[in-house]
């Protein structure tokens, strides 16, 4: 009899365990609920409802992008940080209202699982399965996870949308075409970088490329101040190479490529604009660009060969413009509690419970309880048959 009870026992045991590990394997991309705070409405794009999330992950981001620039200057500051946000927030709903085009519309419910089984996929690849160090990331970069979710589906709408854009009505059918097309279409520049990092002397700097410069107009070749310590580009990708950038409108930064487009082959200049630096900050930046022919037979030949890649830069530059385009007839327009705020002092937003733990608990719990009740019942039943059996003797 004892025997049959430790049985028992121990079938309860494995039961409450299986569900529990069903539970939480099931999905490792399961959800997190919003707090009340992360949820609250800070104002609309269009017909789209904006959320404090959003504004906490975008003012905290444009506030470190901008450390240094601003040491004495607080209103400078939030006058900063909330002209960007007014630019770029809207940069989402734009995309949402691009796909609408297409016939595509954000479905949450719809997205539910390809957007799991893609944040299941970030878990695993970059943070070793960890949940909880997946979350920790969010939370150091200002994120949540419903909202990392509604940019995961937003991308993920973006990239049908893509998919189902039919590219040869936006760009050249043939690579003959398309070779032309980059010919009269494209610039073709190389560079060299100088950041301005937090606490580094912008006078400084700003000299470090002026005399880059001269070293170039006095003779001294791009590629070899892109090889030198008048260099501070973290990715040069065209060191290498001997060929530098090719692109159309829209994929490069907006004063970079306004100099690109303005300036005459073999023209050069100095441009001062914002870029990542080594350490993911956004930061002042100058620039050195020289501007190079898309017409030399080696240009040519290098185009030829890469000519797939460049393909793939027009039609993302197509959608891009269309999506820009959108963007222009969009604003956003805060409401009043968004108003009230400091973007300098912004109270976190912070995930919620995981509360499809907390149910598979729960539910392990009842079904233990019912368990051992059933073990009870049926030692009780057993005893009462052997007592009987006993009175019968």
Known sequence: MKSGYKSLKALALVLVVLMLATTLTAC??????????????????????????????LATNYKKSYEGSYKDDPEGLRKAIWDDINENITENYAILELCKT??????????????????????????????????????????????????????????????????????????????????????????????????????????????????????????????????????????????????????????????????????HRIVESYAENAYGQRVECFYLIEKLSTTTDAAKVEIEKNIATLAQMMSDAAINQKKEDIKASLSFEPNDFAKSLDVLALEPAENGADYQVIIAVVLAVVLCVICVVAVIVVRRVRMRKFQNSIVRK
Do not use: C
């Open 28 to 57: 490792a991309g399961r959800p997190l609920a919003q707090t009340k705070l992360a949820r609250t409405e800070v104002g609309r794009v269009g017909d789209h409802t904006v959320l404090y999330e959003e504004l906490y992950f």
């Open 102 to 267: 297409e016939g595509l519309e954000y479905d949450e419910k719809k997205l539910r699982a390809d957007v799991a089984d893609s944040v299941a996929l970030d878990i695993e690849a970059s943070f070793g399965g960890s949940r909880k160090e997946y979350f920790d990331s969010q939370a150091e970069f200002g994120l949540t996870d419903h909202y990392v979710r509604f940019i995961t589906g937003v991308s993920l709408l973006y990239s049908e949308y893509a998919a189902k854009v039919n590219n040869g009505e936006l760009i050249p059918a043939t690579d003959a075409e398309r070779v032309k097309y980059v010919q009269d279409n494209f610039a073709h520049t190389w560079h060299i970088a100088v950041f301005v990092n937090d606490g580094e002397d912008r006078a400084e700097k700003l000299e470090k490329i002026k005399a880059a410069e001269k070293l170039l107009a006095g003779g001294e070749s791009m590629y070899e101040l892109i090889g030198s310590e008048y260099n501070e580009d973290v990715t040069p990708e065209y060191l290498a190479d001997t060929y530098g950038y090719y692109f159309p409108r829209g994929i490069m930064d907006e004063k970079y490529e306004d100099a690109a487009f303005e300036m005459n082959v073999g023209d």
